[in-house]
């Protein structure tokens, strides 16, 4: 009798193991927000990351990234120390004499935000709502920062979102690069705006695109060299294009202002400054010139593009 008891029992627990093993595992969205992918496009709003790219562009006035390996790396900007003040432990230092390694904390805010920063952009293109113009935008905001990771480290990761973290990603080398950030300055022109001089001017258009691509070839003969040490070769074709894409600039209606700090004066545009940011704090660039004692706030009116508005002058005019 308790043996069949027991018959009995085993036979209600493997009939319960049967009907929780068919059970239909889905996900509920609590709180979290579930993004389904179809058919290899992404479903993320492209205005709103769009315009995420756009902010993220406040990392080239940050002295402790991007601005610091353009600006403290040449003579353009010398880092002063005040007695035991404004080392920073040498970070300033190294990047002027040039001694730095790979565990400089702004060399490696650098490589991150502008990997990032590129990387992000690739959401916007795989957006199945995403306009030719929006896709357009992110192409230039892509190569914009693909342009940089080109130019400081000759070499350039590339990972695409179908990807894990487990996957390592492909290593282009600098002539690999500069083919990328260049068809992507090429398919970006036919969808951007043309737009000329204005306050602010804070989207991509083709005069920025061409700006780009001037500089490009302007320098491509080292770019796309066989060894970094060169010997280097300039192309005549080359050459000719740095004319093309600059003419087309000064189609658009900029030019280089007679006297440069024209491009700081309050009233109206300049010709010379082609897109801006409104993100970042470029007042900090002057407060550097400034001693302890003195209040910019007080009796100091700041340039127009640096005041409350923070429009800050991207380097691609000039």
């Known amino acids: 009798m308790k043996t069949n008891k027991y018959i009995k029992t085993l036979a209600v627990l493997a009939g319960i193991g049967l009907f929780t093993a ?3 595992l889905v996900t509920k969205e609590v709180d979290s927000k579930v993004i389904v992918t179809t058919g290899g496009t992404t479903n993320v709003d492209p205005v709103a990351a769009l315009e995420g790219s756009y902010n993220a562009l406040q990392a080239f006035t940050d002295q402790a990234s991007i601005y610091s390996l353009l600006e403290h790396t040449s003579d353009e900007l010398i880092p002063p120390t005040r007695g035991v003040d404004w080392s920073d432990n040498g970070v300033w230092r190294s990047l002027y004499t040039h001694t730095w390694d790979a565990s400089h904390s702004y060399i490696n805010n650098a490589w991150n935000t502008l990997n990032q920063n590129a990387y992000n952009t690739q959401f916007i293109l795989e957006a199945a709502t995403a306009t030719a113009q929006q896709k357009a935008e992110a192409k230039f905001i892509r190569a914009y920062n693909r342009y940089y990771i080109m130019d400081f480290w000759g070499q350039m990761p590339d ?8 996957v390592n990603p492909k290593v282009l080398t600098r002539a690999e690069a500069f ?12 969808g951007l705006p043309a737009t000329g001089p204005a306050v602010p001017n804070p989207v991509a258009s083709k005069a920025a695109a061409n700006a780009m691509l001037s500089r490009m070839y302007l320098n491509k003969g080292v770019y796309t060299a066989a060894n970094a040490a060169g010997p280097y070769t300039f192309d005549a074709a080359d050459m000719a294009k740095v004319i093309q894409y600059g003419a087309a600039v000064t189609t658009a209606g900029y030019s280089l ?3 440069y700090f024209d491009n ?9 400054v082609i897109l801006t940011s409104k993100q970042g704090s470029p007042q900090n660039r002057v407060y550097m010139t400034l001693h302890y004692n003195q209040n910019p706030s007080v009796g100091m ?3 127009h593009y640096l005041t409350s508005t923070q429009h800050s002058t991207l380097q691609i005019s000039g």
């Open 301 to 303: 009116v700041l340039p």
């Open 22 to 24: 068919c059970t239909d």
């Open 159 to 166: 990972r695409k979102t179908t990807e894990g973290g487990d």
């Open 179 to 190: 083919t990328q950030v260049e068809t992507d300055l090429v398919d970006a022109l036919a």
């Open 257 to 259: 202002n007679a006297n």
């Open 264 to 272: 700081f004066k309050k009233v109206g545009p300049s010709t010379e």
